[in-house]
């Protein structure tokens, strides 16, 4: 694939990864007496021999747009919300960050289920490590402050279809860190995240336009009138 020089997608592959193992029992429920504490204590440290959380990432820049879609380097993403999110900000990052194969790869050879539910957790970790090196760069290299996410599939109006669209942008990167996509558009390892971020002086997550009740992963509160107030699409008289 070939991809001009400019827009050549950077790789964050020395990432390092130090599990919080106060956080782990936290959610995991193993309390300081447990039995079950060096065993998790064990495994954590063998986690740690393994892992190599990674991430891609590329700079693009908004060309033009419609009503709900967008055009960034040449491609077309339909989406009424990053059409709006994007209308200040004037560029995006792609990107895809993973627990890395290394951490996956280990956690397959483990049979015991109450470990392989540990495992899990430690690569949620692993994955946390990852985007906030990402994060981190993006705000030091572009110098901005405020930063903020979309994914594809977090709301119906960028659905995970759009996914092979997200890795296209990113050429042979996501396979140089060893996550591809499947047939429905899943990403393996299941612990990657992919999508953009762009600079924001109103921080935004998809959380805040998702009515889900009891989700693990909610970053803010659902906002009921937000999506009427700033992306629906203002009604003109015929
Ligand atoms: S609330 Fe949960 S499901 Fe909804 S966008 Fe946030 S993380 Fe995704």
Redesign the pocket.
């Given at each position: 694939m070939s991809m001009d020089q400019q827009h050549i997608p950077d790789i964050i592959g020395s990432i390092s990864f130090k599990a919080d193992r106060r956080q782990l029992q936290r959610i995991l429920h193993v309390r300081d007496d447990s039995r079950y504490l060096p065993m998790l204590m064990d495994l954590v440290d063998e986690a740690e021999n393994y892992a190599r959380p990674k991430a891609v990432y590329r700079e693009a820049y908004v060309e033009e747009g419609g009503e709900d879609w967008v055009a960034l380097d040449g491609k077309r993403f339909i989406s009424r919300i990053m059409r709006v999110n994007l209308e200040e900000a004037g560029r995006a990052f792609f990107f895809v960050a993973t627990c890395g194969r290394e951490l996956e790869e280990w956690s397959l050879t483990i049979q015991d289920i109450l470990e392989k539910f540990w495992a899990d957790a430690i690569k949620e970790m692993a994955l946390a490590s990852a985007v906030r090196a990402l994060e981190e760069q993006l705000r030091q290299r572009f110098q901005i402050s405020g930063i903020s996410a979309m994914?594809p599939?977090?709301?119906a109006d960028w659905p995970l279809t759009a996914q092979p669209d997200v890795f296209a942008m990113l050429g042979d990167a996501p396979l140089v860190i060893g996550v591809t996509l499947t047939q429905s558009c899943a990403m393996n390892p299941v612990k990657s995240v992919s999508g953009i971020y762009f600079p924001t002086v109103t921080s935004f997550?998809?959380?805040q336009?998702?009515?889900?009740e009891n989700?693990?992963?909610?970053?803010?509160p659902?906002e009921s009138e937000l999506f009427e107030k700033r992306y629906q699409v203002s009604q003109k008289a015929g």
């Amino acid at each position: 694939m070939s991809m001009d020089q400019q827009h050549i997608p950077d790789i964050i592959g020395s990432i390092s990864f130090k599990a919080d193992r106060r956080q782990l029992q936290r959610i995991l429920h193993v309390r300081d007496d447990s039995r079950y504490l060096p065993m998790l204590m064990d495994l954590v440290d063998e986690a740690e021999n393994y892992a190599r959380p990674k991430a891609v990432y590329r700079e693009a820049y908004v060309e033009e747009g419609g009503e709900d879609w967008v055009a960034l380097d040449g491609k077309r993403f339909i989406s009424r919300i990053m059409r709006v999110n994007l209308e200040e900000a004037g560029r995006a990052f792609f990107f895809v960050a993973t627990c890395g194969r290394e951490l996956e790869e280990w956690s397959l050879t483990i049979q015991d289920i109450l470990e392989k539910f540990w495992a899990d957790a430690i690569k949620e970790m692993a994955l946390a490590s990852a985007v906030r090196a990402l994060e981190e760069q993006l705000r030091q290299r572009f110098q901005i402050s405020g930063i903020s996410a979309m994914n594809p599939g977090s709301l119906a109006d960028w659905p995970l279809t759009a996914q092979p669209d997200v890795f296209a942008m990113l050429g042979d990167a996501p396979l140089v860190i060893g996550v591809t996509l499947t047939q429905s558009c899943a990403m393996n390892p299941v612990k990657s995240v992919s999508g953009i971020y762009f600079p924001t002086v109103t921080s935004f997550a998809s959380c805040q336009l998702c009515p889900r009740e009891n989700c693990r992963g909610r970053k803010a509160p659902f906002e009921s009138e937000l999506f009427e107030k700033r992306y629906q699409v203002s009604q003109k008289a015929g």
